[in-house]
């Protein structure tokens, strides 16, 4: 006779509930022992690791040395002149960044470098793999490519995309001009223009969250299997136009001068972040 799952449950628990009683000359048990030993478990690697660095390297912790690790949510800037390269701890990509500028390294512990000022520079060949991306986000555009020979130099109102080889994926904000209208190619180079407004980026990037919750739910609203897949594919492009916008607001709202208004549109990033990560239920 096969017994209701919530029985089988109940069974279980009183069964594996009970506490072990003592051995003879009041030793416990090897399963019980064992049990009560406290579990030691690894810690995370760091997001990132300085693997060189260069000139005046600074955070908010100090100075950067030679494998400092980097948390992934503090900025970093270097003087002129200054070079940092820098290691995912996890998928082991490499880039470098030089100043002077300011940059935020493997934002959030992702394959991922916000640049609000000065220049990144993509290291071929490490890190790759199936599916793997890396982002490169600043006030005037993000590019994306899964491996790539590629510097990006980020200035007040410009932005210079040098592709030695690999392909991109290119998200432009409003209001930036000059990106060759069938992309970028190998051994190509482009200059962009533009004004940073960081409340306009935000707002863009509140935007693409919201068309995101909207492709989600349209996922779970679809009754036939193939809709419900074009529906998912369509997601998927929305979520990732999602994570590049926001990435671009992230870069320009570290331009934001008056600490009041940075603060309330980090803010607004924080809570439009969460809303295009989120999967609705059905």
Do not use: N
Request: hydrophobic share 45%.
């Amino acid at each position: 006779m096969r017994l209701p799952f919530c029985w089988a449950l109940w069974i279980g628990a009183a069964i594996f509930g009970c506490k072990d009683k003592p051995a003879v000359g009041g030793a416990r048990s090897a399963a019980s022992a064992s049990a009560s030993a406290p579990l030691v478990k690894a810690s995370p690697p760091p997001a990132c690791r300085a693997i060189q660095v260069r000139g005046d390297v600074k955070s908010a912790a100090g100075a950067v040395a030679v494998l400092t690790p980097l948390d992934g949510r503090t900025w970093v800037t270097l003087g002129e002149g200054a070079e940092l390269a820098v290691r995912h701890g996890v998928s082991a990509r490499e880039f470098e960044l030089r100043g002077p500028g300011r940059f935020l390294p493997c934002r959030g512990g992702l394959e991922q470098v916000l640049a609000s000022e000065g220049r990144v520079k993509s290291v071929p060949g490490t890190g790759v793999r199936p599916g793997g991306e890396f982002l490169i986000a600043t006030p005037l555009a993000s590019v994306s490519f899964g491996d790539a020979e590629l510097e990006v130099s980020v200035g007040a109102s410009s932005l210079e995309l040098e592709l030695g080889r690999g392909e991109l994926v290119t998200e432009l904000p409003p209001g930036t001009s000059g990106y060759p209208e069938a992309g970028l190619k190998a051994k190509g180079r482009a200059k962009l223009e533009g004004a940073v407004a960081p409340d306009q980026l935000m707002a863009g990037c509140e935007s693409a969250a919201k068309d995101a919750i909207e492709a989600a739910s349209r996922v779970l609203s679809a009754s036939e299997k193939q809709a419900m897949g074009k529906a998912a594919a369509d997601q998927l492009v929305v979520r990732r136009r999602a994570r590049a916008v926001c990435a671009i607001a992230a870069s320009g709202i570290e331009r934001e001068p008056d600490p009041t208004r940075k603060s309330a549109l980090e803010q607004r990033l924080v809570a439009a972040e969460r809303a295009w990560r989120t999967v609705p239920a059905r």
